[in-house]
Protein backbone atom coordinates (compact mmCIF):
# COMPACT_ATOMS: atom_id res chain seq x y z
CA UNK A 1 0.00 0.00 0.00
CA UNK A 2 1.33 3.38 -0.41
CA UNK A 3 2.41 5.72 1.60
CA UNK A 4 0.68 8.87 0.19
CA UNK A 5 -2.39 7.33 0.15
CA UNK A 6 -2.23 6.48 3.64
CA UNK A 7 -1.20 9.78 3.92
CA UNK A 8 -4.21 11.26 2.25
CA UNK A 9 -6.69 9.09 4.41
CA UNK A 10 -5.32 10.40 7.63
CA UNK A 11 -5.97 13.98 6.10
CA UNK A 12 -8.73 13.04 5.20
CA UNK A 13 -10.01 11.40 8.30
CA UNK A 14 -7.82 13.47 11.06
CA UNK A 15 -9.65 13.09 14.30
CA UNK A 16 -8.13 9.49 15.40
CA UNK A 17 -5.08 11.27 15.20
CA UNK A 18 -5.82 14.57 16.94
CA UNK A 19 -7.69 11.95 19.67
CA UNK A 20 -4.31 10.03 20.11
CA UNK A 21 -2.04 13.10 20.27
CA UNK A 22 -4.48 14.73 23.09
CA UNK A 23 -3.95 11.73 25.14
CA UNK A 24 0.06 11.33 24.87
CA UNK A 25 0.09 15.05 25.56
CA UNK A 26 -1.68 14.46 28.91
CA UNK A 27 0.07 11.95 29.44
CA UNK A 28 3.37 13.68 28.58
CA UNK A 29 2.18 16.87 30.35
CA UNK A 30 0.96 14.68 33.75
CA UNK A 31 4.67 13.29 34.12
CA UNK A 32 6.10 16.37 34.43
CA UNK A 33 3.99 18.38 36.69
CA UNK A 34 4.14 15.49 38.83
CA UNK A 35 8.34 15.10 38.63
CA UNK A 36 9.80 16.34 41.24
CA UNK A 37 11.56 19.73 39.45
CA UNK A 38 7.62 20.80 38.80
CA UNK A 39 6.28 19.83 42.68
CA UNK A 40 9.80 21.13 44.41
CA UNK A 41 10.20 24.41 42.16
CA UNK A 42 7.15 25.27 40.33
CA UNK A 43 4.09 24.59 42.19
CA UNK A 44 4.74 26.26 45.72
CA UNK A 45 5.21 29.43 43.02
CA UNK A 46 1.49 28.45 41.85
CA UNK A 47 0.09 27.99 44.76
CA UNK A 48 1.20 31.53 45.76
CA UNK A 49 0.11 33.03 42.69
CA UNK A 50 -3.80 31.28 43.14
CA UNK A 51 -3.72 31.67 46.85
CA UNK A 52 -6.99 33.67 48.09
CA UNK A 53 -8.40 36.12 46.96
CA UNK A 54 -7.33 35.26 43.27
CA UNK A 55 -8.72 36.59 40.14
CA UNK A 56 -8.84 34.86 37.02
CA UNK A 57 -6.30 36.29 35.73
CA UNK A 58 -4.09 34.86 38.32
CA UNK A 59 -5.63 31.45 37.51
CA UNK A 60 -4.70 32.58 33.76
CA UNK A 61 -1.30 33.53 34.56
CA UNK A 62 -0.42 29.98 37.04
CA UNK A 63 -1.97 27.96 33.93
CA UNK A 64 0.15 30.31 31.49
CA UNK A 65 3.12 29.22 33.79
CA UNK A 66 2.24 25.65 33.99
CA UNK A 67 2.08 25.48 29.87
CA UNK A 68 5.32 27.17 29.30
CA UNK A 69 6.94 24.64 31.83
CA UNK A 70 5.70 21.65 30.03
CA UNK A 71 6.38 23.05 26.42
CA UNK A 72 9.86 23.43 27.83
CA UNK A 73 10.69 20.67 29.07
CA UNK A 74 9.18 18.66 26.11
CA UNK A 75 11.31 21.12 23.82
CA UNK A 76 14.47 21.29 25.72
CA UNK A 77 14.87 17.38 26.29
CA UNK A 78 13.85 16.39 22.97
CA UNK A 79 10.88 14.25 24.37
CA UNK A 80 8.30 15.96 22.18
CA UNK A 81 9.35 13.19 19.86
CA UNK A 82 7.98 10.38 21.96
CA UNK A 83 4.85 12.33 22.49
CA UNK A 84 4.44 12.39 18.42
CA UNK A 85 6.09 9.48 17.36
CA UNK A 86 3.82 6.79 18.66
CA UNK A 87 0.52 8.62 18.56
CA UNK A 88 1.32 9.21 14.70
CA UNK A 89 2.82 5.45 13.89
CA UNK A 90 -0.08 3.85 15.87
CA UNK A 91 -2.58 5.84 13.39
CA UNK A 92 -0.68 5.22 10.64
CA UNK A 93 -0.95 1.09 11.25
CA UNK A 94 -5.00 2.36 11.77
CA UNK A 95 -5.54 3.81 8.83
CA UNK A 96 -3.47 1.00 6.72
CA UNK A 97 -6.18 -1.19 8.19
CA UNK A 98 -9.00 0.96 7.47
CA UNK A 99 -8.14 1.19 3.29
CA UNK A 100 -6.96 -2.81 3.50
CA UNK A 101 -10.49 -3.61 4.45
CA UNK A 102 -12.30 -1.27 2.46
CA UNK A 103 -9.60 -2.52 -0.76
CA UNK A 104 -10.12 -6.35 0.28
CA UNK A 105 -13.81 -5.94 0.87
CA UNK A 106 -14.59 -4.10 -1.77
CA UNK A 107 -12.86 -6.53 -4.10
CA UNK A 108 -15.20 -8.84 -2.99
CA UNK A 109 -18.12 -7.27 -3.70
CA UNK A 110 -17.10 -6.20 -7.13
CA UNK A 111 -16.05 -9.88 -8.53
CA UNK A 112 -19.55 -10.63 -7.30
CA UNK A 113 -21.47 -7.88 -9.03
CA UNK A 114 -19.24 -8.75 -12.04
CA UNK A 115 -20.15 -12.15 -12.08
CA UNK A 116 -23.73 -11.37 -11.91
CA UNK A 117 -23.54 -8.90 -14.71
CA UNK A 118 -22.14 -11.52 -16.83
CA UNK A 119 -24.84 -14.26 -15.96
CA UNK A 120 -27.56 -11.38 -16.78
CA UNK A 121 -26.32 -10.51 -20.25
CA UNK A 122 -25.90 -14.18 -20.99
CA UNK A 123 -29.72 -14.90 -20.19
CA UNK A 124 -28.67 -16.96 -17.22
CA UNK A 125 -30.42 -17.05 -14.20
CA UNK A 126 -28.25 -15.70 -11.20
CA UNK A 127 -28.51 -17.35 -8.45
CA UNK A 128 -25.20 -17.10 -6.07
CA UNK A 129 -25.82 -15.13 -3.02
CA UNK A 130 -24.66 -11.90 -2.18
CA UNK A 131 -21.65 -11.98 -0.06
CA UNK A 132 -22.12 -11.89 4.26
CA UNK A 133 -22.79 -8.99 5.59
CA UNK A 134 -21.16 -9.83 9.08
CA UNK A 135 -19.09 -6.90 9.92
CA UNK A 136 -21.68 -4.19 8.37
CA UNK A 137 -23.50 -3.65 12.01
CA UNK A 138 -20.57 -2.72 14.51
CA UNK A 139 -22.12 0.38 15.06
CA UNK A 140 -21.26 0.20 19.20
CA UNK A 141 -17.87 0.61 21.05
CA UNK A 142 -18.04 -3.00 22.38
CA UNK A 143 -19.27 -4.69 19.22
CA UNK A 144 -16.20 -3.02 17.39
CA UNK A 145 -14.51 -4.08 20.11
CA UNK A 146 -15.49 -7.79 19.84
CA UNK A 147 -14.98 -7.64 16.31
CA UNK A 148 -11.52 -6.30 16.51
CA UNK A 149 -10.20 -9.03 19.29
CA UNK A 150 -11.89 -12.13 16.88
CA UNK A 151 -9.81 -10.67 13.81
CA UNK A 152 -6.83 -10.40 15.86
CA UNK A 153 -7.03 -14.12 17.05
CA UNK A 154 -7.48 -14.71 13.63
CA UNK A 155 -4.91 -13.32 12.44
CA UNK A 156 -1.77 -14.15 15.21
CA UNK A 157 1.22 -12.58 12.74
CA UNK A 158 -0.50 -9.51 13.17
CA UNK A 159 0.47 -8.40 16.91
CA UNK A 160 4.02 -10.71 16.52
CA UNK A 161 4.93 -8.69 13.82
CA UNK A 162 4.12 -5.11 15.12
CA UNK A 163 5.68 -6.22 18.80
CA UNK A 164 9.24 -7.40 16.27
CA UNK A 165 8.82 -3.20 14.48
CA UNK A 166 8.66 -1.84 17.91
CA UNK A 167 11.23 -4.13 20.10
CA UNK A 168 13.52 -3.29 16.84
CA UNK A 169 12.16 0.70 16.91
CA UNK A 170 13.05 1.03 20.95
CA UNK A 171 16.07 -0.48 20.14
CA UNK A 172 17.52 1.91 17.09
CA UNK A 173 15.93 4.81 19.07
CA UNK A 174 17.81 4.34 22.55
CA UNK A 175 21.19 3.24 19.92
CA UNK A 176 20.50 6.71 17.98
CA UNK A 177 19.99 8.72 21.39
CA UNK A 178 23.26 7.84 23.09
CA UNK A 179 25.36 8.10 19.85
CA UNK A 180 23.98 11.61 19.47
CA UNK A 181 24.69 12.36 23.28
CA UNK A 182 28.24 11.22 23.03
CA UNK A 183 29.19 12.46 19.55
CA UNK A 184 31.20 13.83 18.32
CA UNK A 185 34.14 11.59 20.78
CA UNK A 186 34.70 8.56 19.01
CA UNK A 187 36.39 7.38 21.86
CA UNK A 188 33.34 8.11 23.93
CA UNK A 189 30.93 6.26 21.31
CA UNK A 190 33.22 3.65 21.23
CA UNK A 191 33.21 3.44 25.42
CA UNK A 192 29.41 4.35 25.62
CA UNK A 193 28.34 1.39 23.10
CA UNK A 194 30.54 -1.15 24.70
CA UNK A 195 28.54 -0.08 28.41
CA UNK A 196 25.29 -0.58 26.12
CA UNK A 197 26.52 -3.92 24.59
CA UNK A 198 27.09 -5.12 28.21
CA UNK A 199 24.10 -3.83 29.85
CA UNK A 200 22.17 -5.21 27.02
CA UNK A 201 21.07 -7.47 28.10
CA UNK A 202 19.61 -6.41 31.57
CA UNK A 203 17.23 -3.61 29.00
CA UNK A 204 16.04 -6.45 27.08
CA UNK A 205 13.21 -6.98 29.18
CA UNK A 206 12.08 -3.38 29.68
CA UNK A 207 12.17 -3.21 25.95
CA UNK A 208 10.13 -5.93 25.46
CA UNK A 209 7.50 -5.06 27.67
CA UNK A 210 7.62 -1.30 25.94
CA UNK A 211 7.22 -3.12 22.74
CA UNK A 212 4.35 -5.50 23.70
CA UNK A 213 2.45 -2.45 24.93
CA UNK A 214 3.03 -0.68 21.56
CA UNK A 215 2.46 -3.95 19.91
CA UNK A 216 -0.32 -4.46 21.14
CA UNK A 217 -2.03 -0.84 20.54
CA UNK A 218 -0.96 -0.53 17.40
CA UNK A 219 -2.06 -3.91 15.89
CA UNK A 220 -5.32 -3.37 17.56
CA UNK A 221 -5.57 -0.11 16.13
CA UNK A 222 -4.73 -1.88 13.04
CA UNK A 223 -6.82 -4.69 13.32
CA UNK A 224 -9.76 -1.92 14.21
CA UNK A 225 -8.86 -0.37 11.23
CA UNK A 226 -9.85 -3.01 9.28
CA UNK A 227 -12.87 -3.75 10.58
CA UNK A 228 -14.33 -0.40 10.03
CA UNK A 229 -12.88 -0.63 6.69
CA UNK A 230 -14.93 -3.59 6.09
CA UNK A 231 -17.83 -2.37 7.80
CA UNK A 232 -18.00 0.97 5.82
CA UNK A 233 -18.26 -0.97 2.47
CA UNK A 234 -20.69 -3.51 3.26
CA UNK A 235 -22.82 -1.07 4.99
CA UNK A 236 -22.82 0.92 1.03
CA UNK A 237 -23.17 -2.34 -1.01
CA UNK A 238 -25.74 -3.22 1.42
CA UNK A 239 -27.98 -0.33 0.82
CA UNK A 240 -26.93 -0.59 -3.35
CA UNK A 241 -28.43 -4.58 -3.14
CA UNK A 242 -31.15 -3.94 -1.15
CA UNK A 243 -32.62 -1.49 -3.82
CA UNK A 244 -31.59 -3.86 -7.00
CA UNK A 245 -33.87 -6.72 -5.13
CA UNK A 246 -36.21 -4.32 -4.25
CA UNK A 247 -36.37 -3.15 -8.10
CA UNK A 248 -36.65 -6.57 -9.31
CA UNK A 249 -39.28 -7.97 -7.32
CA UNK A 250 -41.40 -4.52 -8.70
CA UNK A 251 -40.07 -5.28 -11.87
CA UNK A 252 -38.60 -2.31 -12.56
CA UNK A 253 -35.68 -1.37 -14.82
CA UNK A 254 -32.39 -0.77 -12.15
CA UNK A 255 -29.62 1.60 -13.16
CA UNK A 256 -27.99 2.59 -10.32
CA UNK A 257 -24.23 1.92 -10.41
CA UNK A 258 -22.58 0.12 -7.36
CA UNK A 259 -20.97 1.97 -4.96
CA UNK A 260 -17.96 3.20 -5.84
CA UNK A 261 -14.64 3.57 -3.42
CA UNK A 262 -10.94 5.53 -3.90
CA UNK A 263 -8.84 3.16 -3.36
CA UNK A 264 -9.07 -0.19 -5.34
CA UNK A 265 -7.81 -3.49 -4.35
CA UNK A 266 -4.93 -3.71 -7.21
CA UNK A 267 -3.65 0.16 -6.49
CA UNK A 268 -3.54 -0.78 -2.71
CA UNK A 269 -1.39 -3.82 -2.71
CA UNK A 270 1.46 -2.28 -5.20
Not at 64 to 88: H, K
Amino acid sequence: MKVLEVLLFMLRNPIPLIVHLTCWFLLAAWGIVSDDPFVEGTLPYIKVIVAPPASIGDFLKAASIIWDEIIEDLTRTGSWVLVVMPPFVICYREAVGNLKGITDEHRIWTEWYHRQQEATAEGDNFVEPAPPLKNMRANSYFRKAQKTLSFMIGNPKLPIIHFLYWFLTCFLLILLLILITVFPDFADVVRTAENFARDFLSAVSFLAIVAAIFGLISSYQEARGTVKGVAKVQQAWAEWYCQQQEAKVQGVPFDVSPPLFRIYYSEAHK
